[in-house]
């Protein structure tokens, strides 16, 4: 499943009218709207919200091993390299209240710029702001990265960010934050997908008819437990990549030995058909 988690209702607007998802009106600590396939939470401004509602999330949904989160929202930024409506991916995230440092792995191709985030409790005033060393500044992302992080190893865990000025610009009216990530919704989508694709529990290569001659080997050969388990690993891999697997086993099936040598002997020469390319 796909976890989105934005600060405001406008960042998740755009996903909400892409996947056409529906607002679970049983919830009511945050605003959560779903399908089958993703769930966006909106948790509103702050660091303890943020951390809060990724948690919500990960226990509400049953969020396992495969699963990836990504927090998607504005910030400003303190690179006038980066245009007004650039989406970044962070490569770092900086938390200014505890010094802690945190690093994404960035394993997935993907389209964005990439940059250094760094977050800030509180208003980002003057002060805060001319001791940032971050190339965008928000409040919330580091909060979730590490609350994420409980649940999820830091190759499913991503803070995109879409900039929406700089340290000097006044505020946006609610429908421009809106606009600003549906202008980058269609590469969000596609990249957000090839991770889900990356992140994907495996699908079982070997089919029940596959299985039943795999069995059958096993119990002809009297093949020992690590035999067994390098026959399924042999056998996965031929399939891949020839795709027709039981004409391989075919042979074997026929095979009963009486000692456990001469199921060695077998198994080797299985070893070799199933190696051959």
């Known amino acids: 499943m796909i976890f989105i988690s934005t600060v405001l209702h406008c960042e998740a607007e755009p996903f909400i009218k892409k996947f056409s998802l529906k607002k679970d009106r049983n ?3 945050f605003q ?4 089958n396939e993703i769930v966006v939470i909106v948790s509103k401004k702050g660091a303890v919200n943020a ?5 919500y999330a990960a226990g509400k949904f049953d969020m396992d091993e495969y699963d990836i989160f990504i927090n998607v929202g504005l910030c400003v930024s303190r690179n006038r390299n980066l245009k007004k409506g650039t989406a970044v991916l962070c490569n770092k995230i900086m938390d200014s209240d505890t010094n802690s440092d945190f690093y994404p792995d960035m ?3 993907h389209p964005f710029e990439e940059g250094c985030l760094e977050s800030f409790p509180g208003v980002l005033d003057n ?3 001319e001791k940032s060393k971050g190339d965008i500044l928000d409040k919330e992302g580091a909060a979730f990265f590490q609350s ?15 900039v929406s000025g700089y340290l000097s610009s006044g505020t946006l009216e609610e429908r421009e934050k809106g606009s600003l990530v ?5 590469e969000i989508c596609k990249w957000m997908y090839d991770v889900a694709r990356g992140c994907g529990k495996p699908k079982n290569v070997l089919d029940e008819r596959d299985m039943d001659y795999i069995n059958e080997i096993i119990s002809n050969l009297s093949l020992s437990v690590s035999m067994q388990e390098k026959l399924k690993k042999l056998a996965r891999a031929y399939k891949i990549r020839n795709g027709d697997l039981l004409l391989a086993l075919e042979p074997f099936t026929q095979i009963c030995c009486k000692t456990k040598r001469e199921g060695k002997v077998y198994f080797e020469k299985l070893e070799q058909q199933l190696n051959f390319i």
């Open 27 to 29: 919830i009511k600590k």
């Open 32 to 35: 959560v709207f779903k399908n």
């Open 51 to 55: 951390a809060s509602a990724c948690a």
């Open 107 to 109: 394993i997935f191709k």
């Open 127 to 129: 002060k805060k702001l």
């Open 148 to 162: 994420a992080s409980i649940f999820l190893p830091a190759h499913r865990i991503y803070c995109l960010k879409i």
């Open 182 to 186: 549906g202008k980058n919704i269609e």
